[in-house]
Structures are given as C-alpha cells and as structure tokens.
C-alpha cells in the first residue's frame, strides 16, 4: 500500500478506532472540566494545553503506529501474514491509548466528581 492510497482511506482503516478515541477524549473532557469548576479550579489555558500534551499525541502517535504496520513489505511475509500484523498492531494501539485515558484520568475523575474527594488528597487536574 502506498502513502497516498493510506491517506485516502485513512478514515476507513482507523475511523472507527478513532472516532471512539475522540469520544473518550471529549467525555474526560467534559468531565474534567466539570469537576475543575465545581472545584474552583478551571482555567481555559489548561485545557488548552491538554490538548496540546495529550490528545494531538494520542492521535498523532495512534495514527503513525497503526499506519506504519500498514507499510510492511507483503511480500516478505507469508501471504496474509501483513494485513494481521497490521490489524493486530492497530488494535493494540488503539486498546493502550483507550485505556490509559478511561483508566488514567476518566474514571478517576468522574469518581471525584460524583463522591466529591480526591484520591490522595491531592486536587485534580482540570483533565488527564
């Protein structure tokens, strides 16, 4: 597969990846943005530079991974063999980066949101 046939149908080799990646995304945002103004904490800057640290390089490096495992020369792996590799790396990726934003910083903060403490007695971050 070349560059360009890649980038034309990016939307159908990872759209559903990252659709649901962006829709995690939203939702810590929403919920951190939440529990930072029932905390007295927002501020417009952090979520900027949330974006800026975390979402562009989930989505930049998710895209870069599963892409790069589209490029592997088929013809010095058995047949089939590439489009699994590709397929499995893809999921891989996109099961670390959905994983650590549920895990890493939605469910912590929707659960500081709804009991109304923090864990460690340390103040949350606006998101991530």
């Known amino acids: 597969m070349d560059i360009l046939a890649f980038l034309a149908n990016l939307p159908a080799i990872l759209g559903q990846h990252l659709a649901t990646i962006m829709g995690l995304v939203f939702m810590d945002v929403v919920i951190g943005i939440a529990l930072a103004v029932k905390t007295g904490l927002f501020d417009w800057n952090e979520v900027a530079e949330f974006y800026n640290t975390n979402v562009l390089p989930y989505v930049i490096g ?9 490029f592997i ?56």
């Open 62 to 70: 998710y895209v870069a991974v599963a892409g790069g495992l589209f």
């Open 73 to 128: 020369a088929p013809e010095l792996l058995p047949a089939g063999v590439a489009e699994a590799l590709a397929l499995v790396g893809s999921w891989l990726g996109f099961g670390a980066i959905a994983s650590q934003i549920v895990f890493g910083s939605l469910l912590p903060n929707a659960k500081a949101l709804i009991i109304g403490r923090f864990q460690g007695g340390n103040p949350p971050t606006i998101v991530g």
